[in-house]
C-alpha cells in the first residue's frame, strides 16, 4: 500500500505532468494558464469577471436596479412552475465569449472553472435546499453529435462530485431540435419550445421518489427553456424544481 504522503507527492506530479501536455485554459480570454495555477483563471481577467450581487430577482436571480422591488419586469409578468434560481455571472461581453468557446469550440474544460464559481457562492443554498439531484437541461441528440458533450451536463458532474449530489441525465429528453433561443422574441421562445421536452417513462419510475432537484444550464435569459423542462419535471410528480445557471442577464 502506498503510503499516503507518497500518494499525494504522485498526484501532485500527475497534475503537473497533465499541465504540460494537455494545459488548462483561461476561460475568458482563452490563455494557456500555468501550472502553479489553481484557480482557473488568469490574474488581468480575474479582475474583469462581472460577479451576481445583490440586489436580484427573488425568483430568476437577474441583477436589478431597486432594491424596493424584490422580482424583475420579466417575473412581475409572467408566472413560472419552478421555485426560483441563481446565476454566476452577469452575461457580459466577456462572458458571451467565455460561454461560445465553451459550446462550440470545445472548451468543455471551462466547466470545472465555472462549477467551481457556482459552489463557492451557493454551496449554502445548495445544502440548504438538500436536493435529491441535479437535472441538467439537456439538448438535441443532432447537437450533442455535433458538439460531443452537453455543456450543462458537464457543469452538472461538476457541481455534483463537488459536493456529493447524484446527476441525472435520462430523465428529461429534448425530442425536437429548436432554433437558437438568442434568435427570438419572448412569445416565439415560448413557441419554439413547445413540445420540445419530454419525460423518458422508464426512467420516471426508476426516479419516482424524486422529490427536489436543481436544474442546471448555461444561460438564463427570459426563462423559456427552464420553464419547459421545469413543468414538464413537475408533472412528472417532482414538487420542486429550482435552477442554477452559469450566467444571466441584466435587466
Same mark, same amino acid.
Given at each position: ?157 461538476? #457541481?455534483?462530485?463537488?459536493? @456529493? +449530489? *447524484?446527476?441525472?441525465?435520462? !430523465?428529461? %429528453? ?57 413543468? #414538464?419535471?413537475?408533472?412528472? @410528480? +417532482? *414538487?420542486?424544481?429550482?435552477? !442554477?445557471? %452559469? ?5
Amino acid at each position: 500500500m502506498i503510503k499516503k504522503g507518497l500518494y499525494e507527492v504522485w498526484k501532485g506530479v500527475e497534475r503537473n505532468l497533465l499541465g504540460i501536455l494537455y494545459p488548462s485554459r483561461c476561460p475568458f480570454c482563452d490563455g494557456v494558464l500555468g501550472i502553479s495555477n489553481c484557480i482557473g483563471i488568469c490574474s488581468n481577467c480575474e479582475k474583469e469577471v462581472e460577479f451576481v450581487k445583490e440586489p436580484y430577482c427573488k425568483k430568476c436571480g437577474k441583477p436589478i436596479e431597486n432594491e424596493v422591488d424584490e422580482l424583475c419586469v420579466d417575473c412581475m409578468e409572467r408566472k413560472f412552475s419552478f421555485e426560483y434560481g441563481h446565476a454566476v455571472f452577469v452575461y457580459n461581453y466577456s462572458m458571451k465569449n467565455a460561454v461560445a468557446r465553451f459550446k462550440y469550440n470545445g472548451r468543455y474544460e471551462y466547466a470545472e472553472y465555472f462549477a467551481g464559481q457556482a459552489v463557492k457562492m451557493y454551496e449554502n443554498w445548495i445544502n440548504k435546499i438538500s436536493p435529491d439531484a441535479l437535472i441538467p437541461v439537456p439538448i438535441h441528440k443532432s447537437r450533442y453529435r455535433q458538439r460531443g458533450y452537453n455543456q450543462a451536463q458537464v457543469i452538472a458532474e461538476s #457541481i455534483g462530485a463537488k459536493l @456529493g +449530489i *447524484d446527476v441525472i441525465n435520462n !430523465l428529461i %429528453i429534448r425530442v425536437k431540435q429548436t432554433l437558437p433561443q438568442k434568435e427570438l422574441s419572448v412569445i416565439e421562445r415560448h413557441k419554439n419550445l413547445y413540445g420540445a421536452f419530454d419525460i423518458v417513462e422508464e426512467m420516471k419510475e426508476l426516479y419516482r421518489e424524486l422529490k427536489c432537484v436543481i436544474m442546471i444550464d448555461d444561460i438564463y435569459t427570459t426563462g423559456s427553456t427552464i420553464e419547459a423542462c421545469a413543468d #414538464i419535471l413537475k408533472g412528472s @410528480g +417532482i *414538487d420542486k424544481v429550482y435552477f !442554477l445557471c %452559469i450566467c444571466i442577464g441584466k435587466k
